[in-house]
């Protein structure tokens, strides 16, 4: 995870305080027939996950938000999206109750399809490395002993519990990589791990603060988001094939190019299991 600026800095405090409310919507009508027309399917997202979806003043953006609108779009469904926060998104839409969905850069595990479905997948990414560009580390094993910042809840937090040990205090969970990065900004810590993505956008975005990236693909091999369902969702049927055709018909490209500047590899993420 994964669950998501011009300057993070004061972007991140922005995001943390919307989530904690968790008011913030966006809405879009699609063009259902009358089986539909009166369905409202209610999505939950932690927008603090630059360019993913983070919170734009008061409204929610990012590649995830226009991803989801171009399908629900072309499925003709209506639907909100809710800024939750991370772990409220978890429960809620394991819930099934007041949530139908969760979209927030949610990795698809086997652990959480114990508990959850998972549409098809949309977004290959993995976990980097972000250190201050006179730092040592140089891999993911240069961590074992050092102090290292990760969102709580994400492939980040398992993949480093992996490498440190789950008890080790060393390894510092927070609430956000918002916070974790902030974090690292203070000397807190000596690494952030988290989705790659994120971790170009923020350097992107703070040339000042002298960072670098380091990827391992030994140890951090690819992840791949899928929009999250309540176990047994009847949702699943309605996404899947619509998200097969955006990838294939170039819909997918657009958007992906938008927020990224660069062409995606459709085909791993179709090929995907």
């Known amino acids: 995870m994964g669950k998501r600026l011009s300057v993070?800095?004061?972007?991140?405090?922005?995001?943390?305080?919307?989530?904690?409310c968790g008011a913030n919507k966006e809405s879009s009508n699609g063009n259902g027939g009358s089986a539909e027309a009166d369905k409202v399917?209610?999505?939950a997202t932690?927008?603090?996950?630059?360019?993913?979806?983070?919170?734009?003043?008061?409204?929610?953006t990012g590649f995830d938000v226009d991803f989801l609108k171009a399908v629900m779009?072309?499925?003709?469904?209506?639907?909100?999206?809710t800024n939750t926060g991370w772990d409220p998104m978890l429960t809620e839409v394991a819930s099934g109750k007041t949530y139908d969905a969760g979209i927030s850069s949610v990795s698809i595990t086997p652990e959480r399809e114990e508990?959850?479905?998972?549409?098809?997948?949309?977004?290959?990414?993995?976990?980097?490395?972000?250190?201050?560009?006179?730092?040592?580390?140089?891999?993911?094993?240069?961590?074992?002993?050092?102090?290292?910042?990760v969102q709580i809840s994400t492939t980040a937090e398992t993949l480093m519990a992996g490498i440190m040990g789950n008890d080790n205090g060393n390894l510092k969970r927070f609430d956000s990589n918002a916070v974790?990065?902030?974090e690292l900004d203070s000397g807190g810590v000596d690494a952030v791990v988290a989705d790659?993505?994120?971790?170009r956008e923020y350097m992107k975005n703070n040339p000042e603060r002298k960072l670098k990236g380091v990827l391992d693909q030994a140890s951090f091999?690819?992840?791949y988001y899928g929009i999250l369902l309540p176990s047994g969702s009847e949702l699943k049927a309605k996404l899947d094939p619509v998200i097969k055709k955006l990838l294939e018909d170039g819909t997918y490209t657009e958007v992906y190019k938008k927020w990224f500047g660069e062409e995606p590899n459709v085909d791993n993420v179709l090929n995907a299991k």
């Open 180 to 182: 974790a990065m902030l």
């Open 196 to 199: 790659i993505a994120i971790v």
């Open 221 to 223: 091999g690819s992840e």
């Open 73 to 81: 779009d072309e499925a003709g469904l209506k639907y909100s999206i």
């Open 8 to 20: 993070l800095l004061a972007a991140g405090i922005l995001v943390m305080t919307m989530s904690a």
């Open 115 to 149: 508990s959850y479905d998972f549409s098809i997948p949309y977004f290959e990414s993995t976990n980097m490395i972000m250190v201050k560009e006179d730092s040592p580390i140089a891999s993911a094993a240069d961590l074992k002993d050092k102090k290292v910042a």
């Open 41 to 43: 399917y209610k999505f």
């Open 46 to 60: 932690d927008a603090a996950y630059a360019p993913m979806e983070f919170m734009d003043k008061d409204k929610i």
